[in-house]
């Protein structure tokens, strides 16, 4: 049986200062991001990256997409943790990316995710790491880019 899922986003420019797309420097690059059409989530405030004259108070698509990478390996993996009998007290992860522009394009070569996962006891360890493999094997995201994403986990025992 195959199971799809529909999920819609809508992106709207608040970036006019007047002038529309009059020139390069005319306009903003300040979104507004709404997921599932829902009034019940909250906005994002997204922009350019900065060296595209965006605004760094601002979401970017590229931490968008780290984000997203992020986010769903977390969901995965805790759920492979709960199937793998490991008590997660805990979950963190700085995760970095890495584009490559050239000409007017680029794109992603690399996401490392970084997470640092905190179990309630020894004996979980062994089983903890091998459940990030799970994790990635299974993260929708991960499955849907053409660049590697890399897992470097650490797991700690909560005290």
Not at 11 to 28: A, D, F, H, M, P
Not at 123 to 143: G, L, S, W
Request: charged share 20%; glycine share 8%; hydrophobic share 40%.
């Amino acid at each position: 049986m195959v199971n799809t899922h529909g999920y819609q986003v809508s992106v709207e420019w608040i970036g006019n200062r007047g002038t529309g797309t009059s020139g390069y420097r005319e306009y903003g690059r300040e979104l507004i991001v709404k997921a599932g059409g829902g009034d019940l989530k909250h906005d994002i405030e997204a922009s350019a990256d900065t060296p595209f004259r965006g605004d760094a108070d601002r979401w970017n698509p590229e931490e968008l997409l780290l984000a997203a990478l992020a986010q769903c390996h977390m969901l995965s993996y805790l759920f492979m943790a709960v199937r793998s009998e490991v008590n997660v007290v805990a979950y963190s992860d700085d995760a970095e990316g890495t584009i490559e522009q050239v000409d007017l394009g680029g794109r992603f070569t690399q996401v490392v995710l970084h997470p640092v996962v905190t179990v309630a006891q020894e004996e979980m360890v062994d089983r903890a790491f091998a459940a990030h493999a799970e994790a990635h094997r299974t993260c929708f995201i991960a499955n849907s880019v053409n660049f590697p994403v890399l897992v470097e986990p650490t797991i700690v025992v909560a005290r």
